[in-house]
């Protein structure tokens, strides 16, 4: 299950979230720095990974596997 908690000030404590989420944000993220170099082909490389990165947790945590 998802939860979270908004912070007084605008911002969000992020709890309970998959590991494959957090793995995705992250990817997301240094995708978007090396964009910001106008690295684009380590960016892709970034986004290519965590996706990957992000469906093998996915199928490992048993979230992806049909009910028999």
């Known amino acids: 299950m998802l ?3 908004y912070l ?3 911002g ?3 709890e309970n979230f998959p ?3 957090t ?3 992250n990817g997301i993220t240094d995708a978007l ?3 910001e170099a106008q690295n684009y082909v380590k ?3 970034i986004l290519i990974r965590a996706q990957q990165d992000a469906e093998e947790m996915y199928l ?3 979230d992806g596997e049909e009910d028999e």
């Open 3 to 5: 939860s979270y908690k």
């Open 8 to 10: 007084k000030k605008g």
């Open 12 to 14: 969000i404590i992020m």
């Open 19 to 21: 590991k494959y989420y």
């Open 23 to 25: 793995r995705l944000f």
């Open 33 to 35: 720095k090396a964009m």
């Open 43 to 45: 960016a892709q490389d």
């Open 60 to 62: 490992d945590d048993g």
